[in-house]
């Protein structure tokens, strides 16, 4: 065995010696190549480059720091007056959670001071402040124009960016095809407008989104294709109204309030609002109407918006109206009193169309409660 690896190592070697005896002598010897002679005596040539190298005024060497050298050069002093603008010399920002440390250098954020935006409420939602961090001002203005475009009035645009700031995250082609989609389901322009103006995330709704919603309501309601519109009108934000808050709402009008559906579609037409209100607020309300002060569905259904203010207001005014025996709420009988004059949100018109007293005489019943 040992005599085979060292006949096999004989051998390598004797193929390594064969092919070097093959190569050229030229080659081998590298004195006798030309282009590797070196000549000391050359001279070197100066390597030049592409860099802008500060020039130096030619100075004896005897007199490269003299006195006279030193005072023409122009050293600057401490206290010595600057007219340069070192006003875009600051560190860098750091993560922040206004718009303050970017209001002097960002042309965005003065544009939109200057349309009126409430920068402060945006700052509440970082994805929102975000949205208006990383565009330009000159990406906003199609958005911008195409509001002008829907009818949002001029003095409006402010409040539209303030309420839906995130409008510049969506695609102009889907902008124009829910707005397409209006005009399709017999929707005008002042009509558009007026939704827009109303309630600006609208436009960041899928079209999907919003025919799925409006034939909800259709169905859920009875209603025809002009009372759809017409309660989109009053209340567009019923139309986007979070799904399990709205079945809620619904469930509570129906079940725990015991209205027929021909009265919860009086309620819908007559104050939308009441099925975006939290059940917390209007069952209490109408607990008390209906039980304490005796008043029907069909009446609570026609004026619904007492179920939209507050029970301590409900009864406090029920108890002065009973005090001068002018509680009287039944629209067939002499001395009516409306559910819209209790619900009024002023004692004035209160006192001077419900109860004929003098507002003095309301507020010194109200300390004696």
């Not at 080659?27 to 390597?47: F, M, Q, W």
């Not at 009126?116 to 906003?140: H, P, T, Y």
């Not at 129906?254 to 009441?274: D, H, S, T, W």
């Not at 003098?358 to 109200?366: G, N, R």
Request: aromatic share 10%; charged share 25%.
């Amino acid at each position: 065995m040992t005599a085979c690896i060292k006949n096999l190592s004989y051998l390598k070697l004797k193929s390594i010696l064969t092919s070097l005896k093959q190569v050229p002598p030229q080659i081998r010897n590298l004195s006798a190549v030309p282009s590797l002679e070196l000549n000391h005596t050359d001279p070197v040539k100066p390597v030049t480059t592409d860099i802008n190298l500060v020039e130096y005024p030619e100075i004896d060497e005897d007199e490269y720091l003299s006195d006279k050298v030193v005072s023409k050069m122009m050293i600057p002093r401490a206290l010595d007056p600057s007219t340069e603008d070192l006003s875009y010399l600051a560190p860098e920002l750091k993560p922040t959670f206004n718009f303050a440390a970017y209001a002097n250098q960002s042309p965005t954020i003065q544009e939109l001071v200057k349309l009126g935006v409430q920068l402060w409420r945006i700052e509440a939602n970082q994805e929102s402040m975000a949205c208006i961090l990383k565009r330009n001002f000159e990406d906003m203005k199609p958005y911008i124009q195409f509001l002008h475009d829907c009818g949002v009035p001029p003095e409006e645009i402010g409040r539209f960016i303030t309420k839906n700031p995130r409008i510049f995250e969506q695609d102009m082609d889907d902008l124009k095809t829910r707005i397409r989609y209006l005009r399709a389901h017999n929707f005008s322009r002042d009509n558009i407008a007026r939704i827009v103006t109303a309630h600006p995330p609208w436009l960041s709704f899928p079209t999907k989104f919003i025919d799925k919603r409006l034939g909800f309501f259709q169905r859920e309601f009875k209603l025809t294709g002009e009372q759809v519109r017409f309660v989109t009108l009053r209340k567009p934000a019923l139309i986007t109204f979070k799904g399990h808050q709205l079945r809620e709402n619904i469930f509570c009008v129906r079940e725990q309030m015991g209205f027929y559906p021909g009265e919860m579609k009086a309620i819908l037409l007559n104050k939308p609002a009441v099925y975006t209100t939290e059940r917390r607020l209007t069952l209490p309300n109408f607990e008390y109407v209906h039980n304490e002060m005796m008043i029907s569905h069909d009446i609570i259904a026609q004026m619904p918006i007492i179920l939209r203010t507050t029970v301590d207001r409900i009864k406090s005014r029920h108890l002065f109206l009973k005090a001068l025996k002018r509680d009287q709420y039944d629209p067939t009988k002499p001395l009516y009193v409306s559910l819209d004059d209790i619900a009024s949100p002023t004692d004035y018109v209160f006192c001077y169309k419900s109860a004929r007293a003098s507002i003095e005489l309301y507020d010194m019943f109200l300390r004696s409660l």
